[in-house]
């Protein structure tokens, strides 16, 4: 009797042991998922914003064949394809995650993004009319500026940059926007006020450097504005300036320009001085 308590006892405690190591081997289990779920998580964060965008799109799409339901990798595929400027395959996969169970508002401005990228206006166009009007973001009404430019709905346009600007607490980019999209309708001097406005914002903005100067030669105004410029960007301005004259008609000045935009660049200015020798020489 007492031989069988015993055996009883023992069977008992082997029971209790494995119980036990079965639910710690299920809570470890649990705990190495959670590990990986962050793990993969920040992976895929670091994939977003460090990592070369053609890696980004490699790693994605190898945990999309394991995972191809999951929206936030399918997402991730998409904005890498954007990173990588591999435009066309970007609007591909950004059309399969707006169709996906998860879907948000902010994918469909993505996808209409992606969709200006690759130069489909009127789908662009008719994914942002698809947003709400509720939905109100900085990306979003920039986008319809866009959209409204290239359809020249002027004030559409204008009325969006002005809400895009209110939206951000850094406009330089959507003032030089605006200004080149008043220097093709031919209003300069609004478009060299925005230009002058956006270098204030950022004074490393180079392209609405050379935007205004392009605004400044088509009113005939041949004189380098007064901004924060480097001895390099200063004989680029100029080479932009003799271009701008000599499509005036001013190929004198134009000329001496280009001597000078040569004379101030600290290196050689092979494309100023290819310019020169086609004036002379024509």
Partial sequence: MRQ???????????????????KGDRTVDRALKDVNVVDESNLNDVMLTVADPNEAVDHFHRTLKSNPDRIDLQRGLAKSLVRARRNAEAVVAWDKAVRMEGATDDDKVDYADALIRNGDWDKAKQTLDSVPPTYETFKRYRLEAMVADANKEWKRADSFYEIAMGLTTRPAGVMNNWGYSKLTRGDFSEAERLFGEAIRQDQSLFTAKNNLVLARGAQRNYSLPVIPMDQTERAQLLHTLALSAVKQGDVSTGKGLLREAIGTHPQHFEEAVRSLRALENG
């Fill in 4 to 22: 069988g308590f015993l055996v009883s006892a023992g069977l008992i405690c082997v029971l209790a042991v494995s119980a036990c190591a079965d």
